[in-house]
């Protein structure tokens, strides 16, 4: 019985050191960011377009979007990424939040379309 227990405890050490050292070399070979890009899929002018994310420098610049063009910047990933795109177009103020769960290491790609309804869709991959 003293036996087998110790061999699954060298499992479970083994398959964790394993796991942990699979997750730094993801970390060192793809870097440790998330690209966050935006695209007005929309086919008219969006006015004061904002991606508001937690802790980046970069989002919540107001910036006007001609239709079928992009914009994309980087922040650093979080457990829980909040997240908030807000515009104007067509005479009305959106402003559509949502929550993204990553994990808080690695580089993720978080595309976010704005759609001929204008509704907000959120994708997240890897590069």
């Known amino acids: 019985m003293k036996k087998c227990v110790t061999i699954i405890a060298g499992v479970v050490v083994a398959g964790a050191i394993i796991g942990v050292g699979t997750l730094c070399v993801l970390s060192l070979c793809f870097g440790n960011n998330v690209s966050i890009n935006v695209s007005n899929r929309f086919g008219v002018a969006l006015r004061n377009v904002a991606v508001m994310v937690a802790g980046s420098p970069f989002s919540g610049r107001p910036e006007d979007m001609a239709p079928e063009t992009d914009f994309a910047f980087a922040t650093n990933p979080q457990i ?31 595309s976010i379309t704005i759609d001929q309804r204008m509704h907000v869709s959120f994708k997240t991959s890897l590069p």
């Open 80 to 110: 829980r990424f909040p997240i908030r795109v807000v515009f104007d177009a067509a005479g009305r103020h959106h402003d559509v939040p949502a929550t993204l769960r990553l994990p808080p290491f690695g580089a993720f790609i978080v």
